[in-house]
Structure formats: C-alpha cells, structure tokens
C-alpha cells in the first residue's frame, strides 16, 4: 500500500502530527488542521477523516472507515482500532420528520444531535460497525462485527448487535504485553 510521504505529510498542516505515521495515498483527509494524530498511527486506503479528530498512538484505522469528528469531536485513545468499513459520527441529522435534514440546509431548518465520541485505550472496534454520538467506548472494550454503539459500553466488556449489548468481560492480559512494548520502545 503507498503512503504518503512526510513532505506530504507534513504539506497537510495537521493541527499535530506524531512520529512514524502512515497514511494511504488514497485516504480522504479533511480540516487537516483540526487532526491530531500520535506516534505510529496508521490510516489505510479509502477512508475519510474530517472534522474534529484526535488519535492517539498505535492507533490502526482500517481501510474504508469513515470518522467524521463534526464540530466536537472524535477521540480514539492509544492502542484503539477501527477494523474495515466502520463508520463513527459525531453529528447526526433528526430523521423524525420534524427538521429538515442534510448539509445544504442552513442550521436553522436543522435538528442535529453533536456529540463527542471517546473510544477508549485498548477499544477494537469490529467491521462494518456504526458508533453513534454521545457514546464512550470505556478502556479495553471490543465491540463485535457490524454492530451499533447507541449507548456507551463498560470497560474491558465485549459487545456485540444492534443495538450492541454486553455478550461478556474482556481478558485484560493485553496490558502486561503493552508494558513490554513501550519498555522496549524506550530502550531504542
């Protein structure tokens, strides 16, 4: 897959921009300055980021996802993924039938919902899910294939459906291997 160069990574202005990052030649990448992006983060083909988003380190966003960080925000902790084709808002129209609806409209004719969305250090987040406004992903959570995050999740749970409900606890062992990486990290 090719990457974007750091010349041309860093012709983007990225409101921060981490070491090591790597970005598809062919990711849509919108209001670059309001994208910070950690260490060793990674963003493949056909994905669109725009809008508010901060990722943080060894964060892997898959190919065909869409974040769309809106006016507040998408935040995706250390060591968070989003496998293929997911699709996070942090806007979303009313579809009640009592606004209008979609970005032609002035806000006025409006009824958006606008919230930050957090996922969380540790949070895999399965193909083909939508995560909607308002929701934290809590710390090690996974969330199972084509699902739908309504609601924020508990820690270390996996979860899975639509809407997504809690299946069972999540094994924690990935932190005694995290603090091994980042030992050796600092001995390089």
């Known amino acids: 897959m090719p990457f974007l160069s750091q010349d041309q990574l860093n012709a983007l ?3 921060y921009l981490g070491k ?10 919108y209001d670059p300055d309001r994208i910070e992006i950690g260490d060793n983060s990674r963003i493949d083909d056909f994905c669109v980021i725009s809008g508010k988003v901060v990722i943080g380190r060894n964060v892997h966003i898959a190919v065909y996802n869409n974040v769309a960080g809106g006016e507040l925000g998408v935040f995706l902790e250390d060591f968070s993924g989003l496998a293929y084709g997911c699709h996070v808002f942090s806007q979303s129209d009313d579809y009640s039938g009592r606004s209008l609806t979609n970005p032609t409209m002035p806000d006025e004719f409006k009824n958006e919902t606008k919230a930050t969305i957090r996922i969380c250090r ?4 399965g193909a083909c899910t939508i995560v909607l406004p308002g929701v934290t992903i809590n710390e090690g959570s996974a969330v199972g294939a084509m699902s739908m995050v309504t609601k924020s999740t508990d820690p270390w749970a996996i979860y899975f459906g639509i809407p997504a409900k809690k299946i069972k606890n999540r ?3 990935l932190l005694k291997l995290e603090a091994i990486y980042l030992q050796n990290e600092r001995l390089v």
């Open 122 to 125: 540790h949070v895999i987040i």
């Open 20 to 29: 090591n990052v790597r970005i598809s030649d062919k990711a849509s990448i």
């Open 13 to 15: 202005s990225f409101k």
């Open 171 to 173: 094994h924690k062992d």
